[in-house]
T-cell receptor, first 111, second 111 residues
Framework: GEDVEQSLFLSVREGDSSVINCTYT??????LYWYKQEPGAGLQLLTY?????DMKQDQRLTVLLNKKDKHLSLRIADTQTGDSAIYFC???????????FGSGTRLLVRP | SAVISQKPSRDICQRGTSLTIQCQVD?????MFWYRQQPGQSLTLIAT?????????ESGFVIDKFPISRPNLTFSTLTVSNMSPEDSSIYLC????????FGPGTRLTVL
């Protein structure tokens, strides 16, 4: 069945890089997403990658996709305290476009 | 990117009552979705709402409990019927517009 897994918690120091990992099971995924959720807020789309790509970079964000291992990662360079939030990865299921979400990774950035 | 608004942003309701949540998009979109995020949890898809057809519900969600309307390409409503405390969640709508964008969510507390 469809399943998306993430580690629950990551703590980094301000200025360091953060790497949040995600694994998924469905090889027919078309898009893979990263969303950010701050306390009491909705979901902010950070970035997404098409399943035939290996890497996507957008300012401080780098997404790596290993399709063979069904592994997705989000690297945040020069992490700031404002990056503290929960980060969700999600896979888009073919032509239905419905998203299957991971459990979310809580990122804590220490000053 | 699509701009999505939801009303109400939050509500406190008594058990046994119903609440209708509105979702408005600033552009015409074919596919809209409704998700639920229970406290401390990830997001789960309730249903897909396409204009001109009945909503398609995911396993565990039924139309009698979560009726959905989609009268046009920019608007949808989700009703949470006969509420119980277990329905306390954040309800989010999303749209597919090249990528999937989310509204700010409606935080529902049922007493």
């Amino acid at each position: 069945g469809e399943d998306v897994e993430q580690s629950l918690f990551l703590s980094v120091r301000e200025g360091d890089s953060s790497v949040i990992n995600c694994t998924y099971t469905d090889s027919s995924s078309t898009y893979l997403y990263w969303y950010k959720q701050e306390p009491g807020a909705g979901l902010q789309l950070l970035t997404y990658i098409f399943s035939n790509m290996d890497m996507k970079q957008d300012q401080r964000l780098t997404v790596l996709l290993n399709k063979k291992d069904k592994h997705l990662s989000l690297r945040i360079a020069d992490t700031q305290t404002g990056d503290s939030a929960i980060y969700f990865c999600a896979e888009s299921m073919g032509s239905s476009y419905k998203l299957i979400f991971g459990s979310g990774t809580r990122l804590l950035v220490r000053p | 990117s699509a701009v999505i608004s939801q009303k109400p942003s939050r509500d406190i309701c008594q058990r046994g009552t119903s609440l209708t949540i509105q979702c408005q998009v600033d552009s015409q979109v074919t596919m809209m979705f409704w998700y639920r995020q229970q406290p401390g949890q990830s997001l789960t898809l309730i249903a897909t709402a396409n204009q001109g057809s009945e909503a398609t519900y995911e396993s565990g969600f039924v139309i009698d409990k979560f009726p959905i309307s989609r009268p046009n390409l920019t608007f949808s409503t989700l009703t949470v019927s006969n509420m119980s405390p277990e329905d306390s969640s954040i309800y989010l709508c999303s749209v597919e517009g090249g990528a999937q964008y989310f509204g700010p969510g409606t935080r529902l507390t049922v007493l």
